[in-house]
């Protein structure tokens, strides 16, 4: 071996083991927030809310979206539910889930109401920026992030 060998081998061993020691430091820091599990492919529909939150400075990346629910009970009993969500909106590089205002079931503004009715969409999708309510009667979106603290 020359010389010339050995030096080229110890570059290639340094990038080697710099590369390793990058991508151990990446996997350290949890998981990249570009791999999200959101949905893209389901189908958008135009209409009101999709146009409020486009509006708004939103691109809607998804439609409705069924989320099935399995749960036991007295490791006997099956039930069997799911939860909807209306939309995927993103922002620059944040993501959320979009709820939409039911006349038969407005959300009062408390602390309990919001926690009772959105927390559930924020605690399946721990990765999304917030959730987006839109009221369609007023014409307003309302972020909303939730902070635990454990």
Same mark, same amino acid.
């Given at each position: 071996?020359? =010389?010339?060998?050995?030096?080229?081998?110890? %570059?290639?061993?340094?990038?080697?083991?710099?590369? #390793?020691?990058?991508?151990? =430091?990446?996997?350290?820091?949890?998981?990249?927030?570009?791999?999200?599990?959101?949905?893209?492919?389901?189908?958008? @529909? =135009?209409?009101?809310?999709?146009?409020?939150?486009?509006? $708004?400075?939103?691109?809607?990346? $998804?439609?409705? /979206?069924? #989320? @099935? #629910?399995?749960?036991? #009970?007295?490791?006997?009993?099956?039930?069997?539910? *799911? %939860?909807?969500?209306? +939309?995927? $909106?993103?922002?620059?590089? =944040?993501? +959320?889930?979009?709820?939409?205002? &039911?006349?038969?079931? @407005?959300?009062?503004? /408390?602390?309990?109401?919001? *926690?009772?009715?959105?927390?559930? +969409?924020?605690?399946? +999708? @721990?990765?999304?920026?917030?959730?987006?309510?839109?009221?369609? $009667?007023?014409?307003?979106? &309302?972020?909303?992030?939730?902070?635990?603290?454990?």
């Amino acid at each position: 071996m020359e =010389q010339g060998d050995v030096k080229v081998i110890l %570059l290639i061993l340094i990038i080697v083991v710099g590369i #390793i020691f990058w991508r151990f =430091q990446r996997w350290l820091d949890g998981p990249n927030k570009k791999r999200r599990r959101f949905p893209r492919h389901s189908e958008i @529909p =135009q209409d009101e809310v999709v146009e409020l939150l486009e509006g $708004a400075g939103f691109d809607v990346i $998804a439609g409705k /979206t069924k #989320i @099935p #629910i399995r749960m036991t #009970i007295n490791e006997r009993e099956q039930l069997e539910s *799911r %939860l909807f969500i209306d +939309y995927f $909106a993103q922002k620059e590089e =944040q993501i +959320y889930l979009v709820k939409v205002a &039911k006349e038969r079931k @407005p959300l009062e503004m /408390t602390g309990s109401a919001v *926690r009772d009715m959105l927390l559930a +969409y924020s605690l399946i +999708y @721990p990765e999304a920026d917030g959730v987006l309510y839109v009221d369609m $009667a007023l014409n307003k979106i &309302k972020k909303i992030t939730f902070h635990i603290e454990v």
